[in-house]
Protein backbone atom coordinates (compact mmCIF):
# COMPACT_ATOMS: atom_id res chain seq x y z
CA UNK A 1 0.00 0.00 0.00
CA UNK A 2 0.75 3.71 -0.43
CA UNK A 3 3.02 5.54 2.50
CA UNK A 4 2.07 9.01 4.19
CA UNK A 5 4.04 11.24 6.35
CA UNK A 6 2.85 14.37 7.73
CA UNK A 7 4.35 17.17 10.07
CA UNK A 8 2.76 19.47 12.14
CA UNK A 9 4.71 22.39 14.18
CA UNK A 10 4.00 25.41 16.78
CA UNK A 11 6.55 27.72 14.24
CA UNK A 12 7.81 26.94 10.44
CA UNK A 13 10.08 23.84 10.04
CA UNK A 14 11.31 22.39 6.87
CA UNK A 15 10.62 18.28 6.56
CA UNK A 16 13.91 17.77 4.51
CA UNK A 17 15.11 15.05 7.17
CA UNK A 18 12.17 13.57 7.03
CA UNK A 19 11.39 13.21 3.78
CA UNK A 20 15.02 12.21 2.92
CA UNK A 21 14.41 9.18 4.72
CA UNK A 22 10.66 8.61 3.18
CA UNK A 23 11.28 8.72 -0.51
CA UNK A 24 13.58 5.79 0.26
CA UNK A 25 10.51 4.02 0.15
CA UNK A 26 9.64 4.49 -2.88
CA UNK A 27 11.66 1.57 -4.16
CA UNK A 28 8.24 -0.26 -3.09
CA UNK A 29 5.97 2.32 -4.05
CA UNK A 30 6.77 3.57 -7.28
CA UNK A 31 3.72 4.71 -9.00
CA UNK A 32 4.18 8.65 -8.33
CA UNK A 33 4.19 11.08 -4.80
CA UNK A 34 3.07 14.29 -3.40
CA UNK A 35 3.89 17.29 -0.88
CA UNK A 36 1.46 19.94 -0.15
CA UNK A 37 3.15 22.72 2.25
CA UNK A 38 1.22 25.06 3.95
CA UNK A 39 2.67 29.21 3.77
CA UNK A 40 0.04 31.38 5.65
CA UNK A 41 -2.92 31.16 3.67
CA UNK A 42 -1.17 29.40 0.39
CA UNK A 43 -0.64 25.88 -0.21
CA UNK A 44 2.96 24.66 -2.04
CA UNK A 45 2.23 21.39 -3.72
CA UNK A 46 4.83 18.98 -5.40
CA UNK A 47 3.43 16.25 -7.50
CA UNK A 48 4.98 13.74 -9.65
CA UNK A 49 4.04 10.66 -11.53
CA UNK A 50 7.37 9.13 -11.06
CA UNK A 51 8.62 7.22 -8.38
CA UNK A 52 10.44 9.72 -5.29
CA UNK A 53 13.01 7.48 -5.27
CA UNK A 54 13.33 8.54 -8.55
CA UNK A 55 11.74 12.27 -9.67
CA UNK A 56 13.80 15.49 -10.28
CA UNK A 57 10.86 17.23 -8.03
CA UNK A 58 11.60 15.17 -5.10
CA UNK A 59 15.31 15.88 -5.28
CA UNK A 60 14.38 19.32 -5.17
CA UNK A 61 12.28 18.86 -1.84
CA UNK A 62 15.40 17.18 -0.48
CA UNK A 63 17.28 19.82 -1.14
CA UNK A 64 15.05 23.14 -0.34
CA UNK A 65 14.17 23.63 3.10
CA UNK A 66 10.94 25.15 2.64
CA UNK A 67 9.60 26.35 5.84
CA UNK A 68 6.04 25.35 7.11
CA UNK A 69 3.71 24.75 9.91
CA UNK A 70 1.66 21.69 8.28
CA UNK A 71 3.04 19.74 5.87
CA UNK A 72 1.38 16.22 4.42
CA UNK A 73 3.36 13.75 1.48
CA UNK A 74 2.29 10.84 0.25
CA UNK A 75 4.18 7.56 -2.09
CA UNK A 76 1.43 6.17 -4.37
CA UNK A 77 1.51 2.39 -4.70
CA UNK A 78 -1.83 2.15 -7.10
CA UNK A 79 -5.09 0.14 -6.42
CA UNK A 80 -7.39 2.17 -8.30
CA UNK A 81 -6.55 4.42 -10.64
CA UNK A 82 -4.05 4.58 -13.61
CA UNK A 83 -0.47 6.07 -13.29
CA UNK A 84 -1.00 9.67 -14.07
CA UNK A 85 -0.50 12.92 -12.68
CA UNK A 86 -4.07 13.73 -11.42
CA UNK A 87 -3.99 10.59 -9.74
CA UNK A 88 -1.37 11.67 -7.17
CA UNK A 89 -1.73 12.67 -3.73
CA UNK A 90 -2.13 15.38 -1.86
CA UNK A 91 -5.35 16.25 -3.23
CA UNK A 92 -6.30 20.06 -2.54
CA UNK A 93 -9.62 21.85 -2.83
CA UNK A 94 -10.95 25.18 -1.25
CA UNK A 95 -13.65 25.07 1.45
CA UNK A 96 -14.88 28.29 3.58
CA UNK A 97 -11.86 30.40 1.76
CA UNK A 98 -9.26 28.21 2.97
CA UNK A 99 -7.09 25.28 1.19
CA UNK A 100 -7.49 21.98 2.51
CA UNK A 101 -5.37 19.04 1.63
CA UNK A 102 -5.74 15.30 1.85
CA UNK A 103 -3.61 11.89 1.61
CA UNK A 104 -5.07 8.11 1.45
CA UNK A 105 -3.36 4.87 2.24
CA UNK A 106 -5.82 2.24 1.90
CA UNK A 107 -8.51 0.64 -0.60
CA UNK A 108 -12.22 1.32 -0.53
CA UNK A 109 -14.10 -0.80 -2.23
CA UNK A 110 -17.94 0.35 -3.88
CA UNK A 111 -17.38 3.38 -2.66
CA UNK A 112 -19.40 5.87 -5.31
CA UNK A 113 -21.06 8.46 -3.32
CA UNK A 114 -23.31 11.08 -4.72
CA UNK A 115 -21.37 14.17 -5.12
CA UNK A 116 -22.79 17.46 -6.32
CA UNK A 117 -22.02 21.40 -6.10
CA UNK A 118 -18.39 22.62 -6.12
CA UNK A 119 -16.57 18.88 -5.11
CA UNK A 120 -15.75 16.44 -7.71
CA UNK A 121 -12.68 14.27 -8.14
CA UNK A 122 -10.38 15.11 -11.40
CA UNK A 123 -9.10 11.67 -11.37
CA UNK A 124 -10.23 8.38 -11.32
CA UNK A 125 -8.84 6.83 -7.38
CA UNK A 126 -10.91 5.74 -4.70
CA UNK A 127 -8.91 8.66 -2.62
CA UNK A 128 -9.84 11.99 -4.16
CA UNK A 129 -13.87 10.50 -4.23
CA UNK A 130 -13.48 10.06 -0.35
CA UNK A 131 -11.71 13.40 -0.04
CA UNK A 132 -14.47 14.89 -2.35
CA UNK A 133 -17.33 13.48 0.15
CA UNK A 134 -15.43 14.57 3.03
CA UNK A 135 -15.12 17.84 1.66
CA UNK A 136 -19.16 18.27 0.67
CA UNK A 137 -20.69 16.48 4.05
CA UNK A 138 -18.43 19.45 6.07
CA UNK A 139 -19.70 22.44 4.14
CA UNK A 140 -23.40 20.46 4.69
CA UNK A 141 -22.02 20.32 8.19
CA UNK A 142 -20.78 24.16 9.14
CA UNK A 143 -21.97 27.07 7.74
CA UNK A 144 -18.45 28.60 7.99
CA UNK A 145 -15.08 27.51 9.22
CA UNK A 146 -15.93 26.08 12.71
CA UNK A 147 -13.40 25.21 15.62
CA UNK A 148 -10.98 22.37 15.45
CA UNK A 149 -12.84 20.57 18.44
CA UNK A 150 -15.78 21.01 16.10
CA UNK A 151 -14.57 19.99 13.03
CA UNK A 152 -13.14 16.54 14.59
CA UNK A 153 -16.52 15.65 16.45
CA UNK A 154 -17.82 16.09 12.74
CA UNK A 155 -14.76 14.09 11.40
CA UNK A 156 -15.62 11.38 13.84
CA UNK A 157 -19.34 10.91 12.80
CA UNK A 158 -18.54 11.53 8.79
CA UNK A 159 -15.20 9.47 8.78
CA UNK A 160 -16.90 5.71 9.86
CA UNK A 161 -18.83 5.91 6.65
CA UNK A 162 -15.80 5.80 4.31
CA UNK A 163 -13.50 3.04 6.43
CA UNK A 164 -16.80 0.53 6.68
CA UNK A 165 -16.00 0.25 2.76
CA UNK A 166 -12.38 -1.06 3.35
CA UNK A 167 -8.90 0.69 4.55
CA UNK A 168 -8.90 4.27 5.44
CA UNK A 169 -5.85 5.48 7.02
CA UNK A 170 -5.25 9.09 5.89
CA UNK A 171 -4.13 12.77 6.46
CA UNK A 172 -5.97 15.99 6.12
CA UNK A 173 -5.43 20.02 6.70
CA UNK A 174 -6.93 23.10 6.42
CA UNK A 175 -3.70 25.01 7.21
CA UNK A 176 -4.28 24.98 10.94
CA UNK A 177 -4.67 21.47 12.36
CA UNK A 178 -3.56 18.65 10.83
CA UNK A 179 -5.94 15.40 11.09
CA UNK A 180 -5.02 11.50 10.91
CA UNK A 181 -7.28 8.94 10.70
CA UNK A 182 -5.80 5.25 11.82
CA UNK A 183 -7.21 2.33 9.76
CA UNK A 184 -4.53 -0.55 10.00
CA UNK A 185 -1.04 1.20 10.49
CA UNK A 186 0.01 4.83 11.24
CA UNK A 187 2.51 6.09 14.08
CA UNK A 188 3.88 9.49 15.69
CA UNK A 189 6.00 11.09 17.51
CA UNK A 190 6.42 14.46 19.29
CA UNK A 191 10.24 16.17 19.14
CA UNK A 192 10.72 18.73 21.51
CA UNK A 193 13.03 20.29 24.19
CA UNK A 194 15.56 18.77 25.51
CA UNK A 195 16.01 17.86 21.70
CA UNK A 196 18.52 15.08 20.84
CA UNK A 197 19.96 12.74 17.66
CA UNK A 198 17.46 11.43 15.20
CA UNK A 199 18.83 8.65 12.98
CA UNK A 200 16.90 7.65 9.65
CA UNK A 201 15.69 4.09 9.88
CA UNK A 202 16.13 3.80 5.79
CA UNK A 203 19.36 5.84 5.06
CA UNK A 204 22.69 6.27 6.48
CA UNK A 205 22.18 9.97 7.77
CA UNK A 206 21.40 11.71 11.36
CA UNK A 207 20.58 15.25 12.31
CA UNK A 208 21.64 16.41 16.03
CA UNK A 209 18.14 18.89 15.92
CA UNK A 210 19.67 20.40 19.71
CA UNK A 211 21.53 22.08 17.35
CA UNK A 212 18.91 23.30 14.99
CA UNK A 213 16.40 23.98 17.50
CA UNK A 214 14.80 26.18 20.18
CA UNK A 215 13.69 25.31 22.94
CA UNK A 216 10.87 26.79 22.49
CA UNK A 217 9.69 24.89 19.08
CA UNK A 218 7.79 21.38 18.66
CA UNK A 219 7.32 19.75 15.68
CA UNK A 220 4.52 16.39 15.26
CA UNK A 221 5.63 13.90 12.84
CA UNK A 222 3.16 11.47 11.72
CA UNK A 223 4.05 8.20 9.31
CA UNK A 224 2.77 4.84 8.10
CA UNK A 225 5.59 3.44 9.34
CA UNK A 226 8.72 5.13 12.06
CA UNK A 227 10.77 6.81 10.23
CA UNK A 228 13.78 7.04 12.98
CA UNK A 229 15.59 4.20 14.68
CA UNK A 230 16.44 5.56 18.02
CA UNK A 231 13.20 8.04 19.14
CA UNK A 232 9.75 6.71 20.63
CA UNK A 233 7.03 6.38 17.76
CA UNK A 234 3.66 6.07 19.00
CA UNK A 235 1.60 3.59 16.97
CA UNK A 236 -2.01 4.61 16.64
CA UNK A 237 -5.15 2.38 17.24
CA UNK A 238 -7.64 0.70 14.31
CA UNK A 239 -10.70 3.63 14.25
CA UNK A 240 -8.16 6.33 16.02
CA UNK A 241 -8.44 9.60 14.74
CA UNK A 242 -6.11 12.56 16.26
CA UNK A 243 -6.02 16.32 15.46
CA UNK A 244 -2.69 17.77 15.57
CA UNK A 245 -2.14 21.34 16.48
CA UNK A 246 1.08 23.27 17.61
CA UNK A 247 3.12 20.33 17.38
CA UNK A 248 1.10 17.92 19.66
CA UNK A 249 -1.77 16.12 19.48
CA UNK A 250 -4.99 17.65 21.35
CA UNK A 251 -7.65 15.26 20.30
CA UNK A 252 -8.17 11.45 20.49
CA UNK A 253 -11.22 9.66 19.35
Given at each position: ??????????????????????????????????????????VR????????????????????????????????????????????????????????????????????????????????????????????????????????????????????????????????????????????????????????????????????????????????????EP???????????????????????????
Amino acid sequence: MCQLLGMNCNTPTDIVFSFSGFATRACEHADGFGIAFFEGRGVRLFVDHQAASESPVADLIKRYPIQSRHVIAHIRKATQGRVALENCHPFVRELWGSYWAFAHNGNLVDFHPKLHAAFHPVGDTDSERAFCWLMQELAKSHASMPSVAELTATLKELVPQVARHGTFNFMLSQGEALWAHCSTKLHYLVRQHPFGMARLQDQDMAVNFAELATPADRVAVIATEPLTLNEQWTAMSSGELRAFVGGEPVVAG
